[in-house]
Nanobody
């Protein structure tokens, strides 16, 4: 499956942003979808995951309540709604697809990443 992330940009602290990840190739609904992020000088970290039908989600503890992952299988797209953004949310955000759904799963497929910059 091929993944294309979009929606990043430069925003101010407190703003909201919605990222999208469009999938093509193999059946999108067969995959659990993930968002990770990598801040400058730091390792890539888990952000959120959603199972194949969207009924179950997992979030990084520090992001619960601000970020929401969702998917639209009819559009082959997964979303990440980010609210009340903080400068520490600045990172490249990557979407991923995996055949399993659990917190520590590393996706089998990755998108190219989209840069989110939050100014103070």
């Amino acid at each position: 499956v091929q993944l294309q992330a979009s929606g990043g940009g430069l925003v101010q602290a407190g703003d909201s942003l919605r990222l999208s990840c469009a999938a093509s190739g193999r059946a999108f609904e067969n995959y659990s979808m993930y968002w990770f992020r990598q801040a400058p000088g730091k390792e890539r970290e888990f952000v959120a995951a959603i199972n194949w039908h969207g009924g179950n989600t997992i979030y990084a503890d520090s992001l619960k309540g601000r970020f929401t992952i969702s998917r639209d299988n009819a559009k082959n797209t997964v979303y990440l709604q980010m609210n009340s953004l903080k400068p520490e949310d600045t990172a490249i955000y990557y979407c991923g697809a995996a055949g399993a759904f659990y917190r520590t799963r590393i996706p089998d497929y990755w998108g190219q990443g989209t840069l989110v910059t939050v100014s103070s």
